[in-house]
């Protein structure tokens, strides 16, 4: 597997931290259009299209209930104003909507992680530090509504991962958006694995969900 750049592990409070000292990114840049592939431009262009797809997949294998039972996480329109995301750790969960492949779920709900944000070269490092699926990535201004995240997916047991840009199948393209008072959501379209779409939940560790 060919590896440009690596995240070395480290213990953090029972965590396996992903570090990479040569940077994440192919250049230094704080404007995510500097490094988006042209796949990932795409993705981030048709996120509502895959996200609606998700959600009438879902619904039509009968997670209607469930969906209407997540309010903001799931609504395409819930992004509030002003998406910066303070620094520190976040409880997280994920949600799988739409399965890709014949038969696999349209609707699938993971609990129980921990992200951490922290400050990185000018910009934002969000990485979700358990599961097996970890995203670990850059956050990028856009708009007033949403962040550009832009990083690479690591699996299972691996502690090592693809510099963005060298993989797309490892590559992970999302819109970080704001929806409470002290909640927020990472809208990835389009992973290359498993669903039509998948959406990460951060609550600040110890606020009320």
């Known amino acids: 597997m060919r590896l440009i750049s690596v995240l070395l592990p480290m213990a953090l409070a029972g965590c396996s931290v992903l570090e990479q000292p040569t940077g994440l ?8 259009r500097d490094v988006v592939t042209e796949k990932d431009r795409l993705r981030l262009r048709d996120w509502r299209t895959a996200l609606a797809a998700g959600l009438n997949a879902a619904r039509r294998s009968g997670r209607s209930a469930d969906i209407e039972s997540e309010g903001a996480l799931l609504d395409p329109d819930a992004a ?16 799988k909507l739409g399965g890709k492949a014949p038969g696999a779920p349209d609707y699938t709900s993971f609990s129980g992680f921990t992200c951490e ?26 708009d007033a509504f949403r962040l550009v995240f832009l990083g690479a997916l690591v699996l299972g047991d691996e502690q ?27 809208v990835m379209p389009e992973p290359y694995f498993e669903s039509r779409v998948d959406i990460m939940e951060l609550v600040p560790e110890g606020a009320l969900r």
């Not at 963005?164 to 490892?170: A, E, F, K, L, T």
């Not at 992970?172 to 704001?178: D, H, I, P, Q, S």
């Open 25 to 32: 990114m192919p250049r230094s840049t704080i404007a995510y």
């Open 80 to 95: 509030l104003s002003t998406p910066a995301i303070p620094n520190g750790r976040y409880r997280c969960r994920v949600i």
């Open 117 to 142: 944000v922290r400050a990185e070269r000018g910009l934002q490092r969000l990485s979700k530090l358990n599961g097996r699926q970890r995203y670990v990535g850059l956050l990028f201004p856009s």
């Open 160 to 186: 090592r991962a693809l510099q963005y840009g060298q993989d797309d199948q490892r590559d992970v393209a999302g819109y970080l958006e704001r929806i409470g008072s002290a909640r927020w959501r990472l």
